[in-house]
C-alpha cells in the first residue's frame, strides 16, 4: 500500500510555517500565514472570548454531542449576523446555516454538497485565489477554472476580463467570490462594481459561492457583511462560507459555518437533510467549545459591542502598519511606488515580491512569505517592522 506513496508538496501556506518553526534564528518573522498578532507579536485572546470562558465555566454543562449540523443558538445567531436582521429569505425560511469546522470546513461542505448535486461540475474562482480553494473543490472532482482578478501591471482589478469570462460561463456552473479582504490580492470590488457582478451571475444563471472569511477587517462587521445580503436579494440560489478564526481569534478552535439560500422553504428542508449527510459522513457532528464561546458573544449585547470595538482594534492596528510599510519602503526606495499597498484591505498585502525575491527573504533575512509574493499585514508589529522593510527594500 504505501511502497509506490509519492511525496506531496509542501503545502503552500502552512508549509511556511513548518519551515519557520524549523528555523533556528531568534530574529526571523513569519509573514506567510494569516493570523492577526497584536503589537507585541502575540495572538490575542479577546477579552470577549475571555468573558465568554468564564460564563461557560461557571455553567459547568457537559460535553455533550452535538446536533449533526451544530449548535442551533449558534446557527440562528449566525445566520442573523451574515445576512442581516430582516433579510427576506428568514421569513421564508429559505436560509439554513450550519455550524462547520471553519471556513475551510465549511467551504467543504459546501464543495461536498453541490458535487452531489449539482448538474455542474465546472467551478471558477479568482485568477490568482486562496491557495487551498483550487485543491479544495478539486479534491470533490470539480474542474476548476479561473476568471481574471488581478492585474498585476496596474496592481489593480482587472474588471472588465472578470464581467467579460463570467458572461462566458455556461449557466449552472459555481462561482466563487471572495466577499470581502480578498485574499490573497487584498483587492475588493466597488459597490457599483458588485452590481454588475451580482446582475451577470443572475442572468445567467450562476451558482454564486462567497467565502467570507474576514468579517469585519475591510470597513466594518456591517458593512463588510452587507454584500451577502444583497446577494440573498438578488439571486435565487446563495451559497456562503464564513469564518470566525480571524474576527474571534479563535484559530484552533476551527468555528465556522455554512449557510445556503434556496427558491423555497421545501428546497431548503430537502436540501438541509442532504448537507446533513455530507456532515455525518465526514465528521459525524461538530465540536462545541467554539460554538458556544461565538454564541455567547453573539446573544449578549454588552459582549457583542465588547467584540465590535476589538475587532474595529485589530482593523485599525493592520491599517497603521500598511500605512507605514507604504511609507518606510517609499523612503528607502524612492524608486518604487508602493501606494498600492495602501489600496488593499484586509490581513494581506500582494507585495509584488517575486518568488526569487521571496526565497531570498527567507534564505538571507529569515523572513518568511508565501511564494506568490503574498504578505501578512496583520504580523507586522512595531518591532519588527523596520527589519522587514530593510529587508524588502534590499531583495527588490
Ligand atoms: C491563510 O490564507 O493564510 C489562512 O486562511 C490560513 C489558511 O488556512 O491558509
Redesign the pocket.
Known amino acids: 500500500l504505501f511502497s509506490a506513496i509519492p511525496m506531496a508538496p509542501r503545502d503552500p501556506?502552512?508549509g511556511i510555517t513548518e519551515s519557520f518553526n524549523a528555523d533556528q534564528n531568534p530574529e526571523k518573522i513569519n509573514l506567510?500565514?494569516?493570523?492577526y498578532y497584536d503589537d507585541n507579536g502575540k495572538v490575542p485572546l479577546l477579552k470577549c472570548v475571555q468573558q465568554a470562558e468564564t460564563m461557560m465555566l461557571e455553567k459547568a454543562a457537559p460535553h455533550t454531542y452535538l446536533p449533526i449540523d451544530g449548535l442551533p443558538a449558534f446557527n440562528t445567531a449566525v445566520q442573523k449576523m451574515v445576512f442581516g436582521e430582516g433579510c427576506r429569505g428568514f421569513d421564508e425560511k429559505r436560509i439554513m446555516t450550519v455550524q462547520a469546522l471553519g471556513?475551510?470546513g465549511a467551504l467543504r461542505i459546501g464543495a461536498d454538497f453541490i458535487s452531489r448535486f449539482s448538474a455542474s461540475s465546472h467551478i471558477w474562482i479568482s485568477n490568482p485565489s486562496?491557495?487551498?480553494h483550487r485543491a479544495l473543490f478539486e479534491a470533490d472532482g470539480f474542474t476548476v477554472h479561473t476568471y481574471p482578478y488581478y492585474d498585476g501591471e496596474t496592481r489593480s482589478i482587472n474588471f472588465n476580463g472578470m464581467i467579460a469570462e463570467l458572461k462566458s460561463m455556461p449557466s449552472g456552473s459555481t462561482v466563487l467570490l471572495h466577499a470581502c479582504c480578498h485574499?490573497?490580492t487584498g483587492l475588493d470590488l466597488s459597490d457599483g462594481q458588485w452590481d454588475e457582478v451580482i446582475a451577470v451571475i443572475s442572468e445567467r444563471s450562476l451558482i454564486p459561492f462567497l467565502d467570507m472569511?474576514y468579517q469585519g477587517f475591510a470597513q466594518s462587521l456591517e458593512a463588510d457583511g452587507r454584500i451577502i445580503r444583497r446577494f440573498a436579494d438578488n439571486c435565487p440560489y446563495l451559497l456562503v462560507s464564513n469564518s470566525y478564526?480571524k474576527s474571534f481569534s479563535l484559530y484552533g478552535e476551527r468555528i465556522g459555518a455554512f449557510s445556503f439560500v434556496a427558491r423555497s422553504a421545501d428546497e431548503a428542508t430537502r436540501a438541509l437533510s442532504q448537507v446533513k449527510r455530507v456532515i455525518r459522513t465526514n465528521y459525524s457532528n461538530p465540536s462545541r467549545h467554539g460554538a458556544e464561546i461565538v454564541t455567547t458573544v453573539l446573544s449578549s449585547p454588552e459582549l457583542y459591542t465588547m467584540w465590535d470595538n476589538e475587532l474595529s482594534d485589530m482593523r485599525s492596528r493592520i491599517r497603521q502598519m500598511r500605512e507605514k510599510l507604504a511609507q518606510d519602503l517609499s523612503a528607502l526606495r524612492e524608486d518604487l511606488d508602493f501606494s498600492y499597498i495602501i489600496t488593499q484591505n484586509g490581513l494581506f498585502s500582494y507585495s509584488g515580491l517575486n518568488k526569487k525575491q521571496v526565497e531570498q527573504l527567507r534564505d538571507e533575512h529569515s523572513i518568511y512569505a508565501v511564494d506568490t509574493g503574498r504578505i501578512?499585514v496583520a504580523a507586522l508589529n512595531s518591532g519588527n517592522i523596520g527589519r522587514v522593510v530593510k529587508a524588502i527594500a534590499q531583495v527588490l
Open positions: 501556506i502552512l506567510g500565514v494569516g493570523v471556513g475551510t486562496w491557495e487551498n485574499n490573497p472569511a478564526s501578512c
